[in-house]
């Protein structure tokens, strides 16, 4: 089945920095790659999500990139803010069915101001 | 507003005791998944319901029950068996090819 790893476990930035996550997945049939943002006591919710037929999406200081060729993604969070501190986490399926989606073991975010 | 719904927020169990954790939804979605949240690690899938009355083991079923006899429904029963049930539990739907929405989780400690 797949699988999903997820680098650093923990980053700390300073404000105004920008913050890279990576992720690596197993399966080569997975076409779907979202992240999510959790805060504290909360349940995740989506930020930004990427299909296999893109290699690049953005949404202001967001963005996520996407290698097929190498099953590697990655969030990019320019001019941090204190409010990106979160834990986010990348997941990975395929969306030809209700498929299972795979998560990432997550990675705690502190942007320092 | 539409949403997905967990209680209770807190949860305690006593040994050898079967609890149920809720989860409602009224977003009209077809899926529903339950997963498991341990400090430091990412997200584990329990079970997952496509449609009504039929559901799937995840990675970690081992311990836990659950049913689908209503769209808007998709309770998760932890038995006796799962023997480190201490975790915090979250719930999801989706449309087929959509995102998953989330609940705000119930945080099970044994007593």
């Known amino acids: 089945g797949e699988n999903v790893e997820q680098h650093p476990s923990t980053l700390s930035v300073q404000e105004g920095d920008s913050a890279v996550i990576k992720c690596t997945y197993s399966?080569?049939?997975?076409?779907?790659f979202p992240w999510y943002k959790q805060e504290l006591g909360k349940g995740p919710q989506l930020i930004i999500d990427i299909r296999s037929n893109v290699g690049e999406k953005k949404d202001q200081r967001i963005a996520v990139t996407l290698n097929k060729t190498a099953k590697h993604f990655s969030l990019h969070i320019t001019e941090t803010q204190p409010e990106d501190s979160a834990v986010y986490f990348c997941?990975?399926?395929?969306?030809?069915?209700?498929?299972?989606?795979?998560f990432g073991p997550g990675t705690s975010l502190s942007v320092i101001p | 507003d539409g949403g997905i719904t967990q209680s209770p927020k807190y949860l305690f169990r006593k040994e050898g005791q079967n609890v149920t954790l809720s989860c409602e939804q009224n977003l009209n979605h077809d899926a529903m998944y339950w997963y498991r949240q341990d400090p430091g690690q990412g997200l584990r899938l329990i079970y997952y319901?496509?449609?009504?009355?039929?559901?799937q083991k995840g990675d970690i079923a081992e311990g836990y029950s659950v049913s689908r006899e209503k769209k808007e429904s998709f309770p998760l029963t932890v038995t006796s068996a799962q023997k480190n049930p201490t975790a915090f539990y979250l719930c999801?739907?989706?449309?087929?090819?959509?995102?998953?929405?989330f609940g705000s989780g119930t945080q099970l400690s044994v007593l």
């Open positions: 319901s496509q449609i009504v009355n039929d559901f």
């Open positions: 999801a739907s989706r449309r087929r090819n959509e995102k998953l929405f």
């Open positions: 399966d080569s049939a997975s076409n779907y």
């Open positions: 997941a990975a399926s395929k969306e030809t069915s209700y498929d299972k989606v795979i």
